[in-house]
């Protein structure tokens, strides 16, 4: 009998898949340290960043919520034929994952041709139309400057509308913005977060708090740093965004360890 050979890329993705799948599955003291996306410089708020600038970067900042939103809209990123007449009928979440595969910054090759004015548009018309997904990527584009002139303003009321809609992403990206803005209005938005199991709201939730004034309560980071450790939400960031919540998970376990003392078990009581 003839031996196929794997397509390489495919074999990647189903071992990914599997390490997500498998570490979902571990104690918080077993997950795995997942390997970073190629290209992608992922800059972690617990002080080990491999990034300069004061604006730590996620999985969903690179990949952002067009790519696998809660939303699906009947199409998936790179479905092109599919979302085109999906978006023709004025769904809105499909006009967003159409703009994304225009959108210069994610482009990822083939046959359909980076266009910054098309993305930028579907953007703005998913938006108007309701579509989270599209106002997320259009409260992106204003953050990065990378489809149209630079505006944290902007991108701030656009994050502040989808945070409302109780996208957990959209709320950590808002917290990102307000800290050298208002550290209280930071907190609320990473708070929003953290009750929705995210993460990276818990995490950079519990370092600003006990990185702040002296007399700041702890019991709210514990709590915090417990939920990123041993309940975090594992849907809807795409399989990098899984590989990077994992990792999230872990810092939280340690940074819980270590202000717990050598005694501390190997993770905390759910």
Known sequence: MPTRKLNPVL?????AYLLVACGGGLPASKLAEPSR??????????????????????GADL??????????????VGQFERCEQLCATHNWDACSKLGFMYDPTFHQGGDIRPDSGKALSL???????????????????????????????????????VCERGESEACVRLG??????DRTRALTAF????????????????T??????????????????ITACTRPRTTGRGIFGQAYISELSEKACQRWRTLQGAQAPASPPL
């Open 208 to 225: 600003t708090l006990l990185d702040g004034p002296p007399d700041t309560d702890h019991a709210e980071a514990l709590s915090a740093l």
């Open 63 to 76: 990949v952002g919520l067009g790519a696998e939103s809660a939303v699906d809209g009947g199409c998936r």
């Open 11 to 15: 074999g990647l993705m189903a071992c």
């Open 176 to 181: 990102k913005i307000e800290l050298g803005i």
């Open 123 to 161: 953007y703005t018309r998913s938006c108007e139309g309701g579509s989270s997904a599209g106002c997320f990527n259009l409260a992106n584009a204003y953050e990065r400057g990378s489809l149209l002139p630079k505006s944290l303003p902007m991108a701030r009321d656009l994050f502040s509308k």
């Open 191 to 206: 708070r929003k977060a953290c009750l929705a199991n995210d993460a990276e709201g818990c995490l950079i939730l519990a």
């Open 37 to 58: 996306p190629s290209g992608a410089a992922l800059c972690l708020p617990t002080g080990d960043s491999a990034c300069s600038g004061s604006a730590p970067k996620s």
